[in-house]
């Protein structure tokens, strides 16, 4: 699943830490006068232990297994692909033009010189290259 910009994954329910910083955010409670002279209102306080909850919200656990090509990345990274289908697995990235316009590709050229677009049903990401004393 790729996040828009400005948003952020949390989990449903603020663990320990998230609520643990939106009260110790700062001294200041609502009502309060500002160093600047403004008094604190709700949306001000309530923005602030909000940006502090994400702040100290913890990472989304890693996704493990195959996911619905609809979240893959389509911004050229190489991942794996498959189509339920027929089994078939194939290493792939998204091109928005080509000779056989917007598609899954993986760099073989056919006949007429177009590089071969797939239809996939699910992705996965690479998996890291094996370390040098693994490859012998």
Request: aromatic share 8%.
């Amino acid at each position: 699943m790729t996040t828009p910009d400005g948003w952020v994954l949390v989990p449903i329910e603020p663990d320990e830490a998230m609520l643990n910083s939106a009260v110790d955010v700062d001294a200041f409670k609502l009502g309060d006068i500002s160093p600047l002279g403004f008094r604190i209102s709700p949306q001000m306080l309530f923005a602030r232990c909000y940006a502090a909850m994400l702040s100290s919200a913890p990472p989304p656990p890693a996704v493990e297994g195959w996911r619905d090509i609809a979240t893959a990345p389509r911004d050229g990274t190489p991942i794996l692909v498959a189509n339920a289908c027929n089994g078939a697995v194939y290493d792939a990235r998204w091109e928005e033009r080509g000779g056989n316009g917007p598609g899954w590709v993986d760099g073989v050229i056919d006949l007429c010189e177009d590089e071969i677009v797939y239809s996939p049903s699910h992705w996965q990401p690479l998996p890291p290259p094996p370390a040098e004393s693994e490859a012998t």
